[in-house]
Every structure is written in C-alpha cells, then in structure tokens.
C-alpha cells in the first residue's frame, strides 16, 4: 500500500490525539489554514473515516454527513493538490456559475458504467469523461423541455457540473492535457449568452475545415490522435469537442516475464511471448472485494509525478481483474469503485491474505512460505500484459445523452429537431516503461442542406492596361503602429506585358528559396 501524503498523516496524528490535547475546531463553516480546509468537529465525530479525507472536505458548500441530503459523491474538493485548483467560492466565482464546484468522480463512474455498457464488451478505449465533460459544458443552455433528462445523464445538477467542467478546463491537471471548442458557421445569436459562460479556455471562432478540424485533433492529444472523429458538411451549423491527452513514464519502471508465468489457465500466455511483472517495489497490489464483481486483483502504478511550486501532481493507472465469467460492465463498474477507493479511502474494500483460502484461482495463487518477520506480513505481486487499443464510438444512441445536449441547443436556438452526430476516437497504450491514453469527443448540430438558389460567380480578367500601387503596412494586434502604415510606396500603371520567363517553371531565383 503505497503511503499516504503527509499532510493526511498530520491530520490523522491531529484527529487521533486525546480531545484535551487538540484545540478544537469551531463547528460551523469550514475555513483555510495555510491554504488546506479544515472540518467542523460535528463533521469528523460522525464520520471518523473522513480523517483521510480532511484536505478534500470544505464543510461550507455541503450538507453534513448524517444528514438526509448528504452525499459522499459529491464531497468539494478543497485542496487536491493538482496545479491551479480553486475550490468553494473562489472555484464558484471563477466558474461563472452560481453552483457549488463538486467531486465529479462518483457521477462521471455513473456515466462511465452508461458509456461502457452501450459500447459493449469488445477491446476498446473509451474517455467517459471527455464525453461527461461536453455534455456538462451544454447543461447551462438546457430549458425545461431537456434540463431533467440532461441531468439524469449526467448524474448532477447541469449548472453545478457545468461549474465542475469549467474549473476542471481551465485549470488542467499537469499530467491531463485538456482543451474544448466550439465553431459555428455563423455565430448564432441565441447562444450568445450560453456561448459566453463557456470556460476562458475554451476556444471559439467559425467552423473551421476537415483539414483544420484534423489538426486540432491531433495537436490536442500530443499526435496521438490523427483526424477529428466527425467529417463537416455544408449542412453543420456548428460543431463542439473536448480532447484529454496523457504521457506519462512510470515512477518504476516494470520488470519483464515470460508469458507462460500467466499460468496454464490462461489463454493469454500460449499467444505472447513476454508480459510484465511488478517490480519489488514502487508499484501496488492487493485483492478487494466489491459488490458488483466479488473478489478482484488489482494492481496500481504510479506515474512519475509532476512537482511545482511544493504541490505534486500525479496519475495513478489502476488495473482490476475479476473472475472470468464476470460480465465486462460490472468489472468495469467495480474497477471505478476500487480506482476511487486507491485515491481517496485507501484500505477500504482490501481483502486480508489470511482471509483468503490457499491454492489457485484463475486471478491468483495464495500460498504459504517460512520467513523471518516481526507479525504476519502480506507479499504481492502481479503479472499484467503490455496493451493499445485504438477505437472509435458513434455517440448518437440515445443514453449517451448527446440527443438531449443537441436538443437543449436547438430549443434555445428556435430549432427543435435539428439532426446532430457525435462520435469519440480514442487510443491508449500500456507498456514497461509507461503509459500514453487520448481522447477527442466531438458533436456536430446539422440543418437540412440549404435550398438551391440562383448565385452569381465571376472570373477577372486583366486583358488591357492596369494599375498596380504597393501599400506598406506596420500594425500590432491589428492596431497602426508606426507612420509607414498605409503608405504608398510604388506604384505602375501596366501597359506591356511580357512572357513568362523560363526560369520562373523552375524553383525560382535563388533569392527566392526558403532554406529548409
């Protein structure tokens, strides 16, 4: 288990000192010390297990534990520790919205188990996020025709995960390269408002081509993505995307083992000749039991963290076997539930070795060996097979929820029934030395193609003489900066015309060629 942040040792030391010891927290809003949340006394003495949480928890904008309307999924990060986050009333007065900033793991996992059960079991990559993330940046312009059922699919008031998304784009995480965008054909007036209140970084501006499209795709995602997951038409008005990047090393590197040490049980090992084995230390192994798919193994590696200003930012890649025949969307749910479980209750749902029976299982071997040790001690390890996948999801079915995001859109734009797609491509890549995941999540709102009118097209032709002035320019952000601007500087008047000179079918004179 890997050893918890020193600030959640000192405030388990602080929260397990004897009550005549400890100064007492005042039991009424939480405040900051030294830039860390501190909870209500009412708080900690209800839930003792939120001591590991004291850092996450800001009592000001939640109701209290014990009370009817509590709820753990929506704890307000205070102080994660990722670069640049700002919770409770700063986090709402840079969010632009009157919601409460609120932990998104327990409603993106919900959408995550909606995401994953439409896709099916086949191998795939998926970003529930990106895609929870697109819809949230929509909730704000969701009347009452589509409010409730956006809501239902996103698991949370529109306007609170519309704040969550924004505080979470515009203050990346420095190991989750992250950006959105909007393009329209034409800036539409009735989405003024809505399109304001999208975060600051979000990028705004008339829809680009398929080219351009293309290469925002891919340098979003670090190159790991080559073309946009939709193809724009004359008949798409506008078009809305969020990408996630991720490039990480491991903080330990894997060591390396032969295949057949998977064991006879699996397939897997007559197909592939290496996989890899957790080095002596560095990573995290353990069995959990949950609720949705029993016991399970698990194993957790740890990316080289990212430190700045005394914060560490990391990623945690959290792998969750179940029994073969498991369904795929309760591992997955589980493995959610267990991943959470890593990052912020550590222990719980961890299963004792000495709880558990000896021999073989398809997941693990348990066995006994004579050692010397100072009590029972419990020795893991695991062997996992490098993995990519590369997928593509057409997001149109109805439960992804991008129906009612385009719907919502259309109400306020006076267009209901407007056709739309939504797609996401996402890859990934798990190997010894680390781990590369991408996603870009796009919807497009289509109109029927225009009607065919009569236009007019002209060709210019110089045929006789002709003028020609050169005009200089000096500007700065588009402003005249300097006198030369609009100053003419030549000028011709072109009566003779002459031949294209051969030279010019080449690569032209010498003083004209770019150096590589």
Known sequence: MTAPPARLMRAATF??????ARKPIR??????????ATADSETIGARPDLADRLDLIEIGVMPGPGRPDFNEDELTFANLGGAGYRGGADARAASGHSGAVM???GPVARYAERMHRLIGGEHHVASPLGAWLLLALVGPAAGDGTRAELEEVLGVDADRAAATARALLDAPHPLVASASALWERTAIDALAEWRAALPESTETGPLPDQAALDAWARERTLGMIERFPLTVGPETLLVMATALATRVAWATPFQV????????????????RRVLRTPSNGHTCWIAGTGRAGDVAVHAAEARPERADGR????LVVSVAAAPDVPAPDVLAAAHEVATNATTFPGRGRRSLYDLPLGDTPLWTVREERTRSFGREERLSALLPCWKAESRHDLTAKGF????AVGALGELMGAAGMGYEAAQAAVARYGRYGFEAAAVTAFAAVAGLPPEVVVRVAELRFGHPYAVVAVATDTRDGVP???WHGLPVYSAW????EELPEADLAEGPAWMVRPE
Do not use: H, K
Request: proline fraction near 12%; avoid cysteine; aromatic fraction near 4%.
């Open 103 to 105: 932990s998104s793991s």
């Open 481 to 483: 900066a300097g006198p």
């Open 257 to 272: 083992a032969p295949a057949d040490e998977l064991g006879p049980a699996s397939a897997w090992a007559g197909r592939l």
């Open 27 to 36: 039991p009424a809003r939480a405040r900051r010390v030294q830039g860390r």
């Open 494 to 497: 072109v009566a003779r015309p």
């Open 401 to 404: 929820g991008f129906d009612t």
């Open 312 to 315: 560490e930012s990391g990623l």
């Open 15 to 20: 929260l397990n000192r004897p009550a005549t």
